[in-house]
T-cell receptor, first 112, second 112 residues
């Protein structure tokens, strides 16, 4: 089956620093990748849609300058949380799509 | 705006009991997916239903897509503690964005 990886699986950073999260499709090429945010015991909230070679499309209310998304190749998308604050602490999940969406294992971000 | 109403949001049952989770919308979806997610992990795709009235079975899990493709249900027979987790329904609007619309999720706890 399709496999999507994320790195790192967890990260702790200090307030004001930036953190990069990688999302890779390991055995298929994904022209579209999606980034989600999830709070405990809640559903997934779509942050942005990432298309290879073009700018990401952000959902309403998501700050483009804070959550930088780059989709450099058909197998890699990155999410950079800039100038992180404690309220950015969350579980970030990516997915890669061919016909269906396949989800990565998630990245737990804690900002202290 | 397309919405998926998922219910119940929380369910705690004893091992061996049956349960049903519902996903309802006023909008038509070209397909609907059911995912299961465990704490600290990404969602895992259980099934995709595409045709109105379609019924799919996965061991003790039965998935149904409504005739009008606006609703779906997940029925678990003789629940086991290993069924514990967050169940998510997600609908594909069929647009070329590939975006999924998620329900609120159902947290299921099966007690031994």
């Amino acid at each position: 089956g399709a496999v999507v990886s994320q790195h790192p699986s967890w990260v702790i950073c200090k307030s004001g620093t930036s953190v990069k999260i990688e999302c890779r499709s390991l055995d298929f090429q994904a022209t579209t990748m999606f980034w989600y945010r999830q709070f405990p015991k809640q559903s997934l909230m779509l942050m942005a849609t990432s298309n290879e070679g073009s700018k990401a499309t952000y959902e309403q209310g998501v700050e483009k300058d804070k959550f930088l998304i780059n989709h450099a190749s058909l197998t890699l998308s990155t999410l950079t949380v800039t100038s992180a604050h404690p309220e950015d602490s969350s579980f970030y999940i990516c997915s890669a799509s061919d016909y269906e969406q396949y989800f990565g294992p998630g990245t737990r971000l804690t900002v202290t | 705006t397309q919405l998926l109403e998922q219910s119940p949001q929380f369910l705690s049952i004893q091992e061996g009991e049956n349960l049903t989770v519902y996903c309802n919308s006023s909008s038509v979806f070209s397909s609907l997916q059911w995912y299961r997610q465990e704490p600290g992990e990404g969602p895992v795709l259980l099934v995709t239903v595409v045709t109105g009235g379609e019924v799919k079975k996965l061991k003790r899990l039965t998935f149904q897509f409504g005739d009008a493709r606006k609703d779906s249900s997940l029925h678990i027979t003789a629940a086991q503690p290993g069924d514990t987790g967050l169940y998510l329904c997600a609908g594909s609007a069929g647009s070329n964005t590939g975006k999924l619309i998620f329900g609120q999720g159902t947290t299921l706890q099966v007690k031994p």
